[in-house]
């Protein structure tokens, strides 16, 4: 069965470290969405993108996030410059189309020390 | 402001019960998605809906549009559904996600 993939599974930095957060979308998907999960608090929407653009952005994606598709098939979230609370698990999902449901990769822990 | 509610927060059961997990939105949706969150941390979708009833195994799921609410009921609990069960509403393209029910099943 298909499925969406993360890497690193488990990130360790230093404050102030650019880090750039790896999703392999299942193949036919074209739409793509980071989420992050603080610890023991629910899961917020980060970004959407479609067609190698953003679509929606919420308050906490900052200008010291960027997402892109460099090779056309990883989607990288990047920060620029980590802070401390920037630590959390990050969730990538994708769908073919947004009416359907989304795919979740297993998240990337991130720890900002 | 588009906000999902769930209760209980927590919820512990003995293994057989019965189990019901509410979800009421505040905004009107295209779909509403109920995810179940292991203690790893990984993330399955296991319904979505827009209207109606969905069944799935021992799984069931509601939704009533017109109240903003829905339900997810579990029959003949077993440990193994020990998890976060989060209901997520679709809206503009993004999930917006309740916080979460903690349901513990003992044997």
């Known amino acids: 069965e298909p499925e969406v993939t993360q890497t690193p599974s488990h990130q360790v930095t230093q404050m102030g470290q650019e880090v750039i957060l790896r999703c392999v979308p299942i193949s036919n998907h074209l739409y793509f969405y980071w989420y992050r999960q603080i610890l023991g608090q629910k899961v917020e929407f980060l970004v959407s993108f479609y067609n190698n653009e953003i679509s929606e952005k919420s308050e906490i994606f900052d200008d010291q996030f960027s997402v892109e598709r460099p090779d056309g098939s990883n989607f990288t979230l990047k920060i620029r410059s980590t802070k401390l609370e920037d630590s959390a698990m990050y969730f990538c999902a994708t769908t073919n189309t947004p009416s359907n449901e989304q795919f979740f990769g297993p998240g990337t822990r991130l720890t900002v020390l | 402001k588009n906000e999902v509610e769930q209760s209980p927060q927590n919820l512990t059961a003995q293994e057989g019960e019965f189990i019901t997990i509410n979800c009421s939105y505040s905004v009107g949706i295209s779909a509403l998605h109920w995810l179940q969150q292991h203690p790893g941390g990984g993330i399955v979708s296991l319904f979505m809906?827009?209207?109606g009833k969905k069944k799935h195994g021992r799984l069931i799921a509601t939704i009533n549009i017109q109240e903003k609410h829905s339900s997810l009921h579990i029959t003949a609990s077993h440990p193994r559904d020990s998890a976060v069960y989060i209901c997520s509403n679709n809206s503009a393209d993004k999930l917006i996600f309740g916080t979460g029910t903690r349901l513990q099943v003992f044997p």
């Open positions: 809906l827009s209207s």
